[in-house]
């Protein structure tokens, strides 16, 4: 193998160190340069991802206190709205009894009236079918009619000690 020759190893050695020394010089110049850009970009997207994301997050945690804070106000004006509701139909329901009240009220009132009327018109009846029976009484007690005044103040006196 000529690679092994004793002979040719100061020879290999000095292109060894030139190629060595010419690559290094081409990845330092070239090939580093690159890699640094490649890696300084990448880094650069990672912390613009980052930061991006960070962003998002905060964005969603705003857009969810926003909607907790909606959903606490929906939920207020949902309870202020059935209270205020509750409120009004007690109040429609306690006009309502007011007025079913008044309108009892005036209904037995009229009822009174009417029994009122009823009494007294029985009452004049009940005087005038006395006085009728009184003088037909005394007519056959007796056999004469009676005076219609006599019979009248009679009746009056009786229905007077009764009441």
């Not at 004793?6 to 290999?12: E, G, H, K, L």
């Not at 429609?92 to 009894?97: F, K, L, T």
């Amino acid at each position: 193998m000529p690679q092994l020759v004793t002979a040719d190893f100061v020879p290999q050695l000095v292109w060894l160190a030139i190629t060595f020394i010419a690559l290094y010089l081409a990845m330092w110049r070239l090939a580093i340069p690159r890699i640094v850009d490649v890696l300084e970009e990448r880094q650069r997207r990672i912390d613009d991802d980052l930061m991006r994301a960070e962003s998002l997050k905060r964005e969603a945690n705003e857009a969810l206190a926003a909607y907790e804070e909606a959903l606490a106000e929906a939920r207020a004006n949902a309870q202020r709205t059935a209270l205020e509701t509750r409120d009004t139909i007690k109040k429609q329901a306690a006009d309502r009894e007011a007025d079913l009240d008044d309108t009892l009220a005036q209904k037995n009132e009229e009822a009174s009236s009417r029994i009122r009327s009823a009494q007294e018109e029985a009452q004049g009846n009940v005087r005038q079918i006395a006085i009728n029976t009184a003088r037909a009484v005394t007519q056959r007690l007796i056999g004469t009619e009676p005076d219609d005044d006599a019979v009248g103040t009679s009746v009056d006196s009786a229905l007077k000690e009764k009441n």
